[in-house]
């Protein structure tokens, strides 16, 4: 019986991790195709590093900003955090920011080298 038990459990295990695979791959392919030069051009000027860094390190404000490069956000949850922020950020309607606009920004952000690993500092391996 107890046999059984793991069996079944390591199936669900298995299953929800491909479940959760195939959700992260098609957020990923339903993000539209943005212009890296022209999402860099706009998140200085919109002065998105003043609390997400330039590099998009992420940082603080008013509050802790997350780090936003390479984010595994999906372009659908990007979007709707510029819309409807939550905390201390300010909402961009489209009048401001249009979807292009807010595409080009997150391909910006994916072409950022995210954290690295402690694994990869040197110093914090002796």
Do not use: W
């Amino acid at each position: 019986m107890k046999v059984l038990k793991t069996t079944a459990l390591t199936a669900l295990a298995a299953v929800a991790v491909g479940v959760a695979a195939l959700v992260a791959a098609r957020a990923q392919e339903a993000a539209p195709k943005g212009d890296v030069a022209s999402g860099k051009r706009l998140y200085l000027e919109d002065r998105c590093f003043t609390c997400h860094g330039r590099s998009g390190q992420g940082g603080a404000y008013n509050t802790p900003a997350p780090i936003l490069a390479h984010t595994a956000l999906p372009f659908e949850g990007f979007k709707g955090q510029i819309r409807d922020p939550i905390n201390d950020m300010p909402a961009f309607p489209p009048a401001i920011l249009s979807d292009k606009d807010i595409a080009d920004i997150y391909a910006f952000v994916q072409s950022l080298p995210g954290p690295s690993s402690p694994k990869d500092i040197p110093i914090l391996n002796n």
